[in-house]
């Protein structure tokens, strides 16, 4: 059974960071992606970030790409969404998923982690 845990969501003020964690059991690695997606109030799912467990190629949503940072912790079997320079619409709950790579639907989900960024 894949089990995905996030953590790391919060309160911050707009110019700060967080750094989510998404803690994954369950998986064998190889073969398999990892993303971050968000959803704010009213608005749908949208993709953040992915990375590759094997050989670490990464993705970006392309107005994101510069202030987040996707990696992973091969040891820890944690992936990481580092967030900088937050801004309000950064507000949203986020939410770790992992597929086979050779699949372009996302086949677990975690519960997601609320970041709330005030102005």
Same mark, same amino acid.
């Given at each position: 059974q894949v089990q995905l845990v996030e953590s790391g969501g919060g309160l911050v003020q707009a110019g700060g960071s967080l750094r989510l964690s998404?803690? +994954?059991s369950g998986r064998t /690695?190889?073969?398999y992606t990892m993303g971050w997606f968000r959803q704010a109030p009213g608005k749908e799912r949208? /993709? +953040?970030a992915s990375i590759r467990w094997s050989g670490g190629t990464t993705n970006y949503a392309a107005s994101l790409k510069g202030r987040f940072t996707i990696s992973r912790d091969n040891a820890k079997n944690t992936v990481y969404l580092q967030m900088n320079s937050l801004k309000p619409e950064d507000t949203a709950v986020y939410y770790c998923a992992t @597929? @086979?790579?050779s699949l372009t639907t =996302?086949? =677990?989900w975690g519960q997601g982690t609320q970041v709330t960024v005030s102005s």
């Open positions: 998404c803690a +994954v /690695f190889g073969s949208e /993709f +953040v @597929r @086979r790579s =996302y086949e =677990y």
